[in-house]
């Protein structure tokens, strides 16, 4: 019965799989299993034992795996060797393997497994031996203790959460008698008052009534609905389950489990490893306490955050049986019995059938003994469906039987149909029953008077009549058997006497007697005795039809009903009223009943069936069975409830894998949801993407997919869904598949060094003379330091190098590496080049160059003024500063950094405009650089303007230079023209480095000119001339009017915005000035793009100084700003360039 526990065998494969029965681990030796063959398994496990010291303990498990498999037993920690301690056997009865611990230790408390082999796999269980002690020794004084065996005996202590409970008043009922009856059925209330010592059950119910209101109206807060509650009860498996349906309002609440008040943890899902765990289907919640002892006896509540949902009380009794259940064989028809005798008194015990609980009821009688000792199962009016395993739970105990049920040999029809007279069923019925009664005081006389003459009927009777119904119109056959063939007997009804005639014959075979009626009629109905010798043997004869159903009803029932998920089907079925009909209904092999969505109606002349809420689950044959004591019959429909399908089914076949095709097949579903499916739906996603691309809809006729539009070397995982009328199904997904094989690039040729610094080294390299036959996407480069081994990749494969060249900034100056490159595509990285040269991170050595330098520069007086100009140079150069010539003064800040070199004046003034130049100068040369400074401001208005006419038509305007003309020799002047005609001013000149200029007029209007000053600060105000010529329409004012002056004008910018070049991480500053009446609103842009509104700008309009504030400038400020002023006459603009540096 031992076998070695071993892996595969050599060459084989090793497959994980798990069992059904929780805790079972399987291990498959072969890919696939023959025809026939299985891997071993257990259908029970042994449980956990906890036993007292010196006691036994018995394991036991039942295996099932073709070939047989063999078992062996072993301990985690020690060995099972010895046989007077540890004994194994097989019971060929219960076809368990047992595992028996004689005269259990202290050290025997360990981990015990089970394994089962055969050829083609193992199956593996644990089990625990938990040994304790035999009573309790009386401590000892503690005096006599010393302080180091006081601390040995500290035990660690845990906090546990205990459930919040309402304090207990004294005289008050236990409030566990409450718990339980608010979560218990009708039918247990006056067992748990009983329990408690209540007997005043109207105060009672009143109570419980008001308690069930509150205790709703708490749940209602956490959930819609607390339904179909059911109380907890062990199972045959060993499991302790309660369960109840729950709908709740937040999915994120808190569920907790209480024992007698406090928390227990739980797992979550159908593994049953832990203690305690929930299983949530739907809204279906069920509670399991695995490898139940008499330690799980207690009051289970769980509570939702706060609020109490369900509770129930676990008792298990410490009982044996002393009294097994025994198999029960019976006859079609007859009554089973089951009977078991327990060591101590139980009120009530568990019955199960076919691991299913049963009730006391219409199918089940369950009797107790008054001494409680004795408990009896009857199992009514066996029918085939019947037969299977019934089992006695008492605690943790169980005992198992088989019921057998064979069929009546004297019953000569099943399930014929005939015409029925609804008028004389009834009337043959009393009739017979009339006769049975006179042929059974008939027969008493007779046996009386053979008991005189000395003859008992049992002595001469071997097989006696038994009653029959008959079907009308068909044959029927009375028989009896005699201890001997040396008696004839004589055959009457109803008293009178037969004899063989037209359709009726009498026989004899020995010591066998047979009446046998060919065509049976309601005349033939009665009792018929057959008498020998004043012994007698009477049978009654009852002629009648099964039942029948309407035909019109019958047809209708046929035909098959339809509906959606979550509609009610329903189904009727008419029928002649008749006596004694027993009604039912199916669906599949099972029974419909009343409770949950089912509702069943029966009457006398119809019955019907309602589904509710229909699940797909409840698709499949309804059948209807009517039973009487004639026959039954049936009548089939269909339900089908329409839903979107189930996934295609498993296996995939993968047909081909190419560089340029993937072509796969795959099964219909197993369901299609009631309407066949109109096609399939692929889709498709590349691995290391996250996007799914649909591909195609496939017609439901075809099974396989061509996917063309692939890479060769990627790899790519697909779904299949089906599709019907009512929707789409979930996915079958299909595991990474490559398109072809793995065909890498060549190495490239080494990376060549085409510049290096101190911070950066730039290389290039040529492609590869082979890319493996798909494109190069790119390459990855790698670095290694002098004096080291370890190449250091400096891109990651999935993000490639597209160009042929590189700039390595991830150096350290002074430090020596060399480089080599890899290709990449499709299938990925190739074979590296070979090194390039050793090179060191360092600056060559450079004369001074500057980079980009302004030349001139414009600076409003009192501003500061700020020169910065980069440059590169290796080594660093000396930096010198000149102003006309002439070293800078001592008051100027000059600023120097690695690439830059800034001159910083804070307060500028007029004085400091002039020719700046910065020389740089190291050991390869020197460079120089002017930068012209024009400190400025805006210019003074021009002196007063005259006109003068010489010729006809042309007119000079003369002016006053601007005060600032000679401190500013870029200032210039324009000047703007109003006439009568036009009515606007226009600039007419510009530029002009003079102060005089001639312009066309013309006879009959009226011209102003102005004249402004100009630099590079801005515009000043103008001057005005006098009027010229005269406007002869012009209608002179009516006296007493005055004339309206009016301030409003367009926006105009006064002082634009200049040009900043700030380095990165400084601060800038931006300004200028705006004016127009009414005061025009102020918009600032970055690259067209409005910046009001953004927080990394602190923006200003004081009186039409527009400022721009950025604390710390970034590359992203860079850009053209724009300040745009708008009011309801027009609007002015002007912009510049801020250039972050480096």
Not at 67 to 96: F, M, Q
Request: overall charge neutral; glycine content about 6%; some cysteine.
């Amino acid at each position: 019965m031992s076998v070695s526990v071993s892996d595969a065998p050599a060459g084989g494969v090793e497959i994980k799989k798990r069992s059904r029965v929780p805790g079972v681990m399987i291990t498959q030796y072969v890919k696939e299993l023959p025809h026939g063959k299985t891997t071993p398994d257990f259908t029970r496990k042994p449980s956990a034992v906890t036993v007292q010291k010196g006691r036994n303990a018995i394991f036991r498990a039942v295996v099932t795996g073709e070939p047989a498999p063999t078992v062996r037993w072993i301990r985690n920690k020690g060995d099972i060797s010895a046989p007077e301690k540890y004994k194994t056997r097989y019971d060929e009865k219960s076809r368990e393997y047992i595992l028996e611990i004689t005269n259990v230790s202290a050290e025997q408390a360990d981990t015990y497994k089970c394994f089962a082999t055969n050829s083609f796999g193992k199956a593996t269980c644990t089990a625990s031996l938990m040994v304790i002690e035999a009573g309790f020794k009386k401590k000892k004084d503690n005096s006599q203790n010393d302080p180091e065996d006081f601390r040995k005996m500290l035990k660690k202590t845990t906090i546990v959460k205990k459930r919040k409970e309402k304090p207990k008043k004294e005289g008050d009922i236990d409030p566990k008698f409450w718990e339980m009856l608010l979560s218990a059925q009708k039918k247990d209330y006056e067992r748990i008052c009983h329990e408690f010592g209540i007997t005043d059950y109207r105060w009672m119910l009143k109570k419980l009534n008001q308690m069930k209101k509150e205790r709703e109206e708490e749940q209602a807060k956490v959930a819609e609905k607390v339904e179909n509650t059911k109380q907890i009860e062990v199972k045959t498996s060993g499991k302790a389950e309660f369960e109840f349906n729950m709908k709740l309002k937040d999915p994120n609440s808190n569920i907790y489990l209480y024992k007698d008040g406090e928390e227990l943890e739980y797992s979550k899902g159908a593994d049953d490893s832990s203690k305690y765990n929930m299983n949530k289907v739907g809204d279906k919640y069920t509670f399991c306490i695995n490898n139940t002892s008499l330690h799980d006896s207690g009051l289970y509540q769980v509570d939702v955050e706060d609020t109490n949902i369900f509770s129930t009380d676990l008792k298990i009794p410490d009982v044996e049986f002393d009294g097994m259940l025994e198999n029960a064989k019976v006859v079609e028809g007859q009554d089973a019995s089951f009977e078991c005798v327990l060591s101590s008194p139980v009120p009530k015990i568990t019955w199960c059938a076919n691991d299913v609980s049963v009730e006391h009821g219409d199918k089940y009688d369950i009797i107790t003994s008054e001494d409680m000792l004795t408990h009896r199962l009857v199992v009514k009016n066996c029918k085939p469906e019947d037969k299977g395993i019934y089992a006695a739970i008492a605690g943790v105990k169980l005992s198992k039987a088989s019921l057998s049920v064979e069929d009546d040999q004297n019953a000569l029809w099943r399930g014929q149909s005939g015409v029925d007279d609804t008028n004389s069923l009834p009337r043959a019925l009393d009739e017979e029953q009339t006769r049975v009664e006179k042929g059974r005081k008939s027969h008493a006389e007779s046996s009386t008077a053979a008991k005189v003459a000395g003859m008992d009927d049992d002595q001469l009777f071997f097989l006696k009549m038994s009653d029959i119904y008959a079907i009308r119109g068909q044959p029927a056959e009375l028989m009896c058997k005699l201890n001997s063939d040396k008696y004839d007997g004589i055959w009457s009804k109803d008293g009178e006497k037969l004899s063989s005639k037209h359709g009726m014959t009498i026989s004899r075979d020995g010591d066998t007697h047979k009446l046998n009626i060919q065509s049976c009629k309601d005349s033939d109905a009665g009792q018929y005795q057959f008498e020998v010798n004043d012994c007698k043997t009477d049978a009654m004869l009852a002629v009648g039809e099964t039942p029948q159903f309407d035909d019109d009803s019958l047809h209708k029932f046929s035909n098959p009903v339809v509906v959606k998920i979550g509609q009610t089907a329903s189904f009727k079925m008419s029928f002649p009223p008749q006596p004694s009909l027993d009604i039912r209904w199916f669906k599949g092999a099972s029974e419909l009943t009343d409770g949950g969505g089912v509702k069943v109606v029966k009457e006398p002349n119809h019955s019907r069936l309602v589904i509710k809420d229909c699940l797909q689950s409840d698709s499949g044959e309804i059948k209807i069975q009517l039973t009487n004591v004639f026959g039954t019959v049936t009548a089939l429909s269909r339900l089908t409830v329409l839903s979107k399908p189930s996934p295609p089914k498993e296996p995939v076949e993968l047909i081909d894998s190419m560089f340029s095709v993937i072509e796969f097949k795959w099964n219909p579903p197993k369901d299609e949801g009631g309407s066949k499916v109109t096609n399939y739906i692929i889709e498709r996603q590349q691995v290391g993407q996250s996007i799914w691309k649909k591909l195609s809809d496939v017609s439901a006729d075809h099974t396989t997919f061509r996917d063309k539009n692939i890479s060769q070397g990627q790899r790519y995982v697909y779904r299949i869904y089906a599709e019907n009328s009512e929707g789409i199904s979930e996915p079958l997904e299909i595991g990474s598949i490559m398109a072809g094989s793995l065909l890498f690039p060549g190495p490239p040729a080494p990376p060549k060094v085409v510049s290096a610094f101190r911070n950066c080294i730039n290389l290039e390299w040529a492609a590869p003379e082979k890319d493996g036959g798909t494109k190069i996407l790119g390459y990855q480069l790698e670095k290694r330091k002098k004096e080291t081994n370890q190449w250091i990749a400096l891109n990651p494969v999935n993000e490639p190098i597209k160009a042929l060249k590189y700039a390595v900034k991830e150096v350290s100056e002074g430090s020596e590496y060399e480089f080599r490159v890899s290709a990449i595509n499709v299938s990925g990285a190739g074979e590296p080049s070979g090194p390039s040269t050793m090179v060191c991170a360092k600056n060559p050595n450079m004369k001074p160059h500057f980079k980009d330098p302004e030349d001139f520069m414009v600076v409003r007086a009192g501003n500061s003024v700020r020169i910065i100009v980069n440059y590169e140079a290796s080594p660093l150069p000396e930096i010198t500063w000149l102003k006309d010539g002439a070293p800078v003064s001592p008051w100027i800040n000059i600023i120097n950094t690695e690439s830059t070199s800034m001159l910083v004046i804070p307060n500028s003034k007029h004085s400091n405009s002039g020719i700046y130049t910065i020389k740089a100068q190291n050991s390869s040369g020197q460079a120089s650089f002017n930068i012209e400074v024009r400190v400025s401001d805006e210019p003074k208005r021009p002196g007063p303007v005259s006109l003068e006419q010489w010729v006809h038509g042309k007119v000079i305007i003369t002016w006053i230079p601007s005060p600032d003309q000679e401190l500013d020799d870029r200032l210039h002047y324009m000047v703007a023209e109003h006439n009568s005609n036009m009515r606007i001013w226009r600039t007419i000149a510009d530029h002009l480095f003079c102060t005089t200029y001639t312009t066309n007029v013309h006879p009959g209007q009226e011209y102003h000119f102005r004249v402004y000053a100009k630099n590079d600060m801005g515009l000043s105000e103008p001057s005005e001339s006098p009027t010229w010529g005269v406007n002869s329409n012009k209608v002179s004012l009516p006296t007493g009017v005055s004339t309206m002056i009016t301030f409003e004008r367009p926006p105009s910018v006064l002082v634009p915005l200049k040009v900043h070049t700030p380095p990165k991480g400084y601060q800038c500053y931006m300004t200028c000035a705006v004016r127009g009446c009414p005061a025009p609103n102020v918009s600032w842009y970055l690259n067209g793009i409005c910046i009001n509104s953004n927080n990394h700008y602190f923006i200003t309009n004081v009186h039409g100084v527009c400022s721009m504030y950025i604390f710390r400038v970034g590359p992203d400020d860079s850009g053209e700003y724009k300040v745009v002023a708008v009011n309801s006459l027009g609007k002015a603009e002007c912009s510049a360039k801020l250039e972050v540096q480096d």
